[in-house]
């Protein structure tokens, strides 16, 4: 809506106004016309606005109304309000001064609609040209309209940011889905997209009509940050994102649920620089394990090999002090390294009877600093190595003076029983601690027992994507609705996938892959207590029939577990819950659980 006015049309805003009357407008009037009629395109310019002989009388009309003739007056002499609302000039707002006349209810709604379209316009451009100060100037000025027109004053801005909220969102789904033009490779060019399309400054100007806006903005921020991390496993480049939704100036609640989501993915970000930082030592105890557990299946095998190399490499590469001053985080890998050795030790004197190589390798493990109970078993298998050491240093002293076939013969019987009775407890107490240890304990070799040689999968290391749900069909499409969130570190071996059942239904609402050593984060879970199920396993095969009778399952080093814990997620205006739990017994696990069967696991 255009603004003329006609006091000023009319020349008569230097007349005194007690002596602007009927007649004197009527006057003015015929003048103007006569000089609108004389023109060569029949019109006039008026402050850049080409005014014909119709706009003229439509507004000269409004001086009927001898109020509306005061009010135009006083915005005829008021220059810089005058140009504002003619042609858009801002330099209203260099200097603005509030006048008495801006307190008086009719004046303001009269102004309003003239007022509140130019200050939309001038707001819009002063923030899509990025001119913080003259932004600044406007926003600090609050519009001179009535309370109806506070929308018309802000509706391009706030429109212009809505359109700018949907990008936002629609980049977040393409990120989820594995779309657009964001990969793995280009993570650090989202931050520097949002910058571009969101000038935080400007938008933590905008005043508290914009409250619940900049909070969405924020919201929607902070959900391409999850989608990021879950997508690309990007912990680095999510924290940049958060971060920056945490720069807008949002409300209590919002700032206290964004503030713990990057508390949470900076946590996991400390823990990957924490294990890139002992990744050479990891790296090398992991060849030793492997190391091991080839030659426990070279024992299996009966293939041949020399038990003093084998255990004089070992005490070259394993370095006690090195090991035993490692931080809490390698207490699961000394207690490997602990069993494997154990293992081995047993198997080289089952097969070789080498009792020298035996007790080098038994005796490392009980100088490696390890769990009570793996303690004690090793401290047990290294007693009765060495009472066997002495009953065969025994019977060699005793053969060498004695003069008699005889006596010598029943001296071997002797010998002969009693390394059959340590042989058989040191078997069983093998048996014992492979009930009781996991991997590579199940690789331990008993004095008399041995396990099939296993055939290896033709899909050995497939996997699939974090965040695949493989179980749809079994379960039914993934329900999201809420704004909790439960973060799922994977500190196994194996991949996972975790299945959140609400126990009010007993219905899975999600189904989730996890691979071994990696976090993801299931977001939009809506408030009520929920169990968490888990299956285990690698080599995932896509042909192979599942316990819900569908395609897809894993190979090799199955099993099922369920959290023995009920987990409450809260999602109301107090806020929500984020939650973490670890799958594995390492330093950090948070939740204990039992094994359950395949049948429990797909509710059958």
């Not at 090999?305 to 490499?313: E, I, M, Q, W, Y």
């Not at 390294?337 to 154990?342: E, N, Q, T």
């Not at 053969?399 to 058989?424: A, E, H, P, Q």
């Not at 299945?499 to 071994?516: D, P, W």
């Amino acid at each position: 809506m255009s603004f003329i006015n006609p006091i000023e049309i009319l020349g008569l805003q230097n007349t005194d106004i007690l002596n602007i009357d009927f007649n004197s407008i009527k006057k003015a009037k015929r003048k103007l016309q006569a000089e609108i009629e004389l023109s060569d395109n029949g019109y006039i310019e008026f402050n850049g606005l080409k005014v014909s002989k119709g706009d003229a009388e439509n507004s000269i009309d409004k001086l009927d109304d001898k109020e509306q003739i005061e009010f135009y007056y006083f915005i005829s002499n008021n220059k810089k309000l005058s140009n504002f609302l003619t042609s858009g000039d801002l330099d209203l707002f260099n200097s603005f001064r509030q006048e008495s006349i801006y307190k008086l209810p009719r004046f303001i709604e009269f102004l309003s609609p003239y007022f509140s379209e130019s200050y939309d316009r001038a707001l819009l451009k002063a923030f899509k040209n990025s001119d913080i100060n003259t932004f600044k100037k406007i926003v600090s000025t609050h519009p001179i309209v009535s309370s109806s027109y506070l929308d018309k004053s802000y509706r391009s801005i706030f429109n212009y940011l809505k359109e700018k909220i949907k990008e936002i969102d629609n980049t977040a789904i393409e990120v989820k889905n594995g779309e657009g033009i964001y990969d793995e490779d280009n993570t650090s060019d989202i931050i520097l997209w949002l910058e571009e399309e969101l000038n935080e400054a400007q938008i933590n100007l905008l005043p508290s009509y914009f409250q619940a806006l900049r909070n969405q903005i924020a919201q929607s921020v902070r959900n391409l940050s999850v989608n990021t991390f879950n997508t690309f496993n990007d912990s680095e480049a999510a924290i940049d994102i958060l971060d920056y939704a945490l720069s807008f100036d949002i409300d209590g609640i919002t700032k206290q649920k964004l503030t713990e989501d990057y508390n949470q993915l900076k946590q996991i970000d400390d823990s990957r620089l924490e294990e890139e930082k002992y990744a050479p030592i990891l790296k090398k105890y992991a060849a030793l394990l492997i190391g091991i557990k080839e030659k426990l299946g070279q024992l299996e095998k009966n293939s041949i090999f020399t038990p003093s190399v084998v255990a004089n490499g070992i005490k070259v590469e394993v370095s006690i002090a090195e090991l035993n001053s490692l931080d809490s985080i390698f207490d699961e890998i000394r207690n490997q390294i602990c069993l494997g050795l154990r293992a081995l030790s047993v198997g080289i004197w089952n097969k070789y009877q080498d009792i020298n190589s035996a007790l080098l390798l038994v005796s490392i493990a009980s100088d490696i600093k390890s769990s009570n109970e793996i303690t004690e078993n090793i401290k047990d298998a290294k007693a009765q190595l060495l009472e066997l050491e002495r009953k065969i240093y025994a019977s060699v002293v005793e053969r060498k003076t004695t003069d008699s076939d005889n006596n010598t013969g029943c001296i071997v019987l002797v010998v002969i029983f009693v390394i059959g009775m340590i042989i058989y407890a040191i078997s069983q107490s093998g048996s014992n601690s492979n009930s009781q240890t996991s991997t590579p304990s199940n690789n331990q070799e008993s004095l008399t027992a041995k396990e099939p040689i296993k055939t290896e999968s033709k899909y050995k290391g497939n996997r699939l994507t974090n965040g695949t749900s493989p179980f749809d069909a079994c379960f039914g499409k993934g329900i999201y609705g809420g704004n909790a969130t439960l973060t799922i570190k994977n500190g196994s071996l194996s991949d996972a996938i975790v299945c959140l059942y609400k126990t009010s239904t007993g219905e899975t609402i999600r189904n989730e892959y996890v691979g071994a050593s990696s976090e993801f984060i299931m977001s939009n879970i809506s408030q009520g207590s929920y169990r968490i199920r888990v299956f285990f396993g690698n080599d995932w095969n896509p042909e192979k029939r599942n316990g819900c009778g569908t395609y897809g399952d894993f190979d090799s080093d199955i099993s099922f577990s369920e959290f023995d814990k009920t987990y409450f997620f809260e999602d109301d205006d107090q806020g929500y819950t984020i939650a973490t739990v670890t799958l594995y017994s390492v330093t950090g696990g948070n939740a204990s659980s039992s094994p359950i069967d395949a049948s429990k696991f797909f509710n059958k």
